[in-house]
């Protein structure tokens, strides 16, 4: 069969990684000049570093697996993580049990009861019971007034704005039980890197797909599905030199956003309704590549509607920075509407903006450390999970014969991440070669 995938991030190319070895002759299209979409890099200081901070938990058995199968799995470092809360104007420890029980922005009664907490959702595996009850309300009732007002409250606030009312329970659920299970006996985290970055990943991908016969087409959007008689039969694209072709193909997987989705093809107004039902949060995130440490955290939460950034990620905590040419990396993060002031700043403003803060995080702090500035939008980057969720997700099998959607909103009860992008992409791929519809 000859298969079209819109999109080389993780879910269309572990697709069609799978379409490849199955002996389909499968194209990818990629809008952008590179793959890994989201997971996507850059270089620095002669390495490679992904444009939004990334890494991986020890329970990412699908990505993990697939690096197994493309020979890489050998790239991969475990590393002891360091994590940090800034809340009431002060940096504390937040990496193992020890430190919640030092935590002193609550009483000593509420940390016991936090983490009691944490454990109670850890071992609670069926989160189907949780589905109807916002995130919010549950941890305030169950954690307390305090905690949820010292650390809970700003960072749901700080990923989903004004929405974080709305929130479902699944989503913190899963977000708990992930952070367990990267864990050992005695609390302490590792995170995963894989030593040449996530581009290692993606360009064996490409090379894989390219050497069973498939093609990857960088700089070539797709403009429009071909349908015939309720059939996608084929795709109009953009060449690199603007010129449009039509490609003829049996099966499409489509992995673009779902608000971009009804864009390249007329689909009946009930999935498209669905489609818009789920809102995405977008990210700015902002690289600074520097002289000196700020911190010696490597992820530091901000709880504090003060400052105007999310979070501290120092990638040179993870790993050292002679794989940045002796930079050191610091990445501010911040999840916003599209629509939002400092989501459509410039990369100048939005410096101005934050600069100021750095010094809380390190008293000397200095403009001149910074030697180099990279600003990134990722206008897609996190779906806005609610209440009774599952009942939302659009099918990926859509109305269209022989057209399918793998993307990010279909992804629950885990969070979106490249693991659950690739796990994603391989399923529905089994699904289109058995043909089924669901
Ligand atoms: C700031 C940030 C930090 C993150 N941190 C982590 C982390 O630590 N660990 C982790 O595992 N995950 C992390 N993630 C999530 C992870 O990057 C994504 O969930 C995953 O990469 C999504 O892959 P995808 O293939 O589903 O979608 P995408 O990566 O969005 O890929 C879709 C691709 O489709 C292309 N496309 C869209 N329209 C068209 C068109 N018309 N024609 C052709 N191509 C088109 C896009 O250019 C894109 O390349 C993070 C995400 C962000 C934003």
Known sequence: MRIGVIGAGAAGLAAAFDFARAGHGVTVYEAAPFAGGQASTIEVGGGR????????????????????????????????STVGIYTDGKVYRWSTPLDLLRFGAISLRDRIRFGLLA???????????????????????????????????????????DRFESIGMPWFWSKIQTRFASRDRLGREKLGYPVNSFDEVFETLVEQIQAKGGQVHLNTPVTRVLVEDGAANGLRVKRPDGSEADEPFDLVLS??????????VDLPDAYVEKLNAVEYMGAVVMILEMTHP???????????????????????????PEMYGGSHVLYLTNYLERHDDLYLMSEDDLLEVYLPYLARFNPSFDRSWIKRVHHNRVSAAQPVIGTNYSERIPEHQT?????????????????????????MGREVAAMMLRGDDE
């Open 399 to 423: 109305p269209v014969r022989n057209l399918f959607l793998a993307n990010t909103t279909q992804i629950y009860p885990e969070d979106r991440g490249t693991n659950y992008s690739v796990r």
């Open 255 to 264: 992995t673009t956003p779902s608000f971009a989705f009804p864009e390249l």
């Open 49 to 80: 570093l992904e444009l939004g901070y990334h890494h991986l938990f020890t329970n990412d058995s699908a990505i993990l697996g697939l690096m197994t199968e493309l020979g890489i799995d050998g790239s991969m470092r475990w590393i002891p």
């Open 294 to 320: 700020l911190t010696s955290v490597y992820w530091m939460n901000i709880a504090d509607h003060e400052v105007p950034f999310l979070g501290l990620i120092e990638h040179t905590n993870l790993m050292p």
């Open 119 to 161: 454990k109670r959702l850890e071992r609670m595996k069926d989160w189907r019971s949780l589905e109807g009850v916002p995130a919010a309300q549950w941890i305030r009732d169950n954690a307390g007034s305090s905690v949820y007002e010292k650390v809970w409250e700003p960072l749901l606030r700080g990923k989903f704005g």
